[in-house]
């Protein structure tokens, strides 16, 4: 059974950093499409990051450009966010995701059959 586990949230003042981790269980997926989204209560889940098959290529939504970094340990089975000069405008829900079949990054969150179960971000002012 296919299982994304993410973990790392936690609490951080402004300007702090935090790397979010998503360990993937039950397969492999070095060469599937992977990303990042987050969810606010009363908002729809947004999406942040998003890394093709073989890592070279990496789109992030204009609210995170030159802040949060997508990145993916093939031998580990994991996908990972770094997030720098947090904002308190980034507290949300962070989801990781996988596509089943799926190559090339995508934005769209009906590209993705795997997701995690979320962990929390609190960045305070």
């Known amino acids: 059974q296919v299982q994304l586990v993410e973990s790392g949230g936690g609490l951080v003042q402004a300007g702090g950093s935090l790397r979010l981790s998503c360990a993937a269980s039950?397969?492999?997926?070095?060469?599937?499409?992977k990303a990042w989204f987050r969810q606010t209560p009363g908002k729809e889940r947004e999406f942040v990051a998003t890394?093709?098959?073989?890592?070279?290529?990496?789109t992030y939504a204009d609210s995170v450009k030159g802040r949060f970094t997508i990145s993916r340990d093939n031998t580990l089975n994991t996908i990972y966010l770094q997030m720098n000069n947090l904002k308190p405008e980034d507290t949300a829900v962070y989801y990781c995701?996988?596509?089943?079949?799926?190559?090339?990054?995508?934005?769209?969150?009906?590209?993705?059959?795997?997701w995690g179960q979320g962990t929390q971000v609190t960045v305070s002012s």
């Open positions: 890394i093709n098959w073989n890592g070279h290529e990496t």
């Open positions: 039950g397969g492999t997926f070095s060469h599937n499409a």
């Open positions: 995701a996988v596509s089943a079949t799926r190559m090339a990054s995508s934005s769209l969150k009906d590209m993705y059959d795997y």
